[in-house]
């Protein structure tokens, strides 16, 4: 009688790596299209970038980027989104229990650290929101949105600053949120449009030291000094 073997599977071998799954190859294809669509809006602008280039710079077919995503308008916006999503990520999780004044300072480092780094993911934002502003007005009420929750986060951090005393009662939440936003945004265009322009980390440490002058308490008079004057008579 002879005997039947049941075949054994392949096993792989030292140093080999296992087959990835469909949803691990279309994240890893996504994260690249979006890095490669980083990379060519930061160096070329939005009206400046293909999808035929950004194929290419990924390593895939024009049709994948099509068949993924539609249209540039709607990589793009994704691309944002996962901008905002990292920035979100970030900020939160070094803001952690930090409250009022503190956690503004956390804020704008975080901002500019992230805005002025090597990330080009982490510019999007900004040249989306230069390009909305000059050409795409179509884009505008998207971008006013995103803004409105950036602000609305520093409303409620001031407001907290407030609450527990380590920012002033006279300031005005929303207009603050407003005034810190277009510092933020300001600092980062003029230092990516003319990186001579100064240090990034001097720039920065100027802006935490401006907010710190203009929300914080005013520091309470040092106490006079009282000096005694000797009279030799008693």
């Known amino acids: 009688m002879t005997e039947v073997r049941t075949p054994v599977p392949a096993q792989p071998g030292p140093g080999s790596r296992p087959r990835r799954t469909q949803a691990e190859r279309r994240a890893e294809s996504d994260r690249r299209l979006l890095e490669a669509t980083a990379e060519l809006v930061v160096e070329r602008g939005i009206e400046g970038t293909s999808l ?54 956390i804020v704008g480092e975080t901002y500019l650290r992230l805005v002025l780094g090597p990330d080009p993911v982490a510019r999007v934002h900004l040249l989306v929101w230069s390009e909305a502003i000059a050409t795409g007005v179509g884009k505008r009420p998207y971008r006013a949105a995103w803004d409105r929750l950036f602000r609305s986060s520093l409303v409620s951090i001031i407001e907290a600053g407030i609450a527990d005393g380590s920012i002033r009662p006279s300031i005005d939440p929303e207009a603050a949120a407003v005034i810190i936003v277009g510092l933020l945004r300001g600092v980062a265009l003029q230092l990516l449009l003319d990186p001579g322009a100064g240090s990034a980390a001097a720039v920065t440490e100027v802006v935490l030291n401006h907010f710190d002058r203009v929300l914080r308490p005013a520091a309470p008079p040092a106490p006079a000094t009282v000096r005694a004057t000797w009279n030799p008579a008693g």
């Open 52 to 105: 035929a280039e950004i194929g290419r710079r990924a390593g895939y077919s024009h049709g994948l980027v099509h068949a993924r995503f539609g249209s540039k308008d709607a990589l793009i916006e994704r691309l944002n989104a996962e901008a905002v999503r990292m920035f979100t990520t970030t900020t939160v999780g070094r803001v952690g229990d930090t409250h009022g004044a503190d956690a503004l300072r």
